[in-house]
């Protein structure tokens, strides 16, 4: 699997590169600012961008900038971004052209190597990964749109959905049988009128109701 890492800290993007490339990955291409990210994406085409939210020029959003960019010109492209701090607005920005290919982390993640690069495979493969810490901020809120009638073990199912874990996953955490996870899942679907649709991808829509 190839990989574009983006910071400007030249420490932890060395360190990150150092520890994808013994865990098997291919770090293609290091970048310590926005524009030179773009380049090396658009000239690697790696199967996913490792983006920091703050880089120069600005050391503003310029790294969700570039992010938001990539998921435009070249979908296919994950997008995993890296924040200092569980920051709500970045999610929704992120997200608010489709879930499928794309994550957001908190730097502390990346001590957890296993959990690090399996939320680089998830991304890789289209799926969607975010921060446990963003999905208990986002549990708090109340919101009139069907989630209100979920029981507190759809909710909890949901928001592991929404961090980017399989029926599977989700059965090991809660220390249940996957087939109960299936259960949830069912009743989540037709609470949030989701219906079975060709072109549609229901854990998706979801997750995309549930962070409203």
Same mark, same amino acid.
């Given at each position: 699997?190839?990989? !574009? ?21 291919? =770090? ?6 926005? +524009? ?7 000239? %690697? ?5 490792? !983006? ?9 959003? +310029?790294?969700?900038? @570039? ?21 709500? %607005?970045? =999610? ?9 290919? !794309? ?21 890789? $493969? ?7 810490? !963003?999905?208990? #901020? ?9 989630? $209100? +009638?979920?029981?507190?073990? $759809? ?6 959905? @929404?961090?980017?874990? /399989? ?10 049988? +996957?087939?109960? =996870?299936?259960?949830?899942? /069912? ?16 854990? =998706? #829509? ?7």
């Amino acid at each position: 699997m190839r990989i !574009v890492i983006a910071d400007d800290a030249v420490l932890l993007r060395e360190g990150a590169a150092r520890l994808l490339e013994d865990a098997g990955f291919e =770090v293609v291409g290091q970048a310590g600012d926005a +524009e030179e990210l773009l380049r090396k994406v658009r000239g %690697h085409k790696p199967d996913v961008a490792i !983006v920091d939210i703050r880089m120069p020029p600005g050391d503003g959003a +310029e790294g969700l900038h @570039a992010a938001l960019q990539i998921r435009e010109e070249l979908p296919a492209v994950g997008v995993l971004v890296l924040s200092q701090y569980a920051e709500e %607005h970045y =999610v929704t920005r992120l997200l608010e052209h489709g879930a499928e290919g !794309v994550g957001y982390l908190l730097k502390d993640r990346i001590s957890d190597v296993e959990r690090f690069t399996e939320a680089i495979r998830r991304v890789a $493969e289209g799926g969607s990964v975010l921060d446990p810490e !963003v999905v208990s #901020l986002m549990l708090g809120r109340k919101r009139a749109n069907g989630l $209100e +009638e979920l029981t507190e073990r $759809e909710e909890e199912v949901l928001g592991l959905m @929404a961090e980017g874990l /399989t029926n599977k996953g989700i059965a090991e955490q809660l220390s249940v049988s +996957e087939r109960a =996870v299936e259960r949830h899942v /069912t009743s989540i679907f037709a609470k949030l009128d989701l219906p079975a649709g060709a072109h549609d991808h229901r854990r =998706v #829509l979801a997750v995309l109701r549930y962070l409203g």
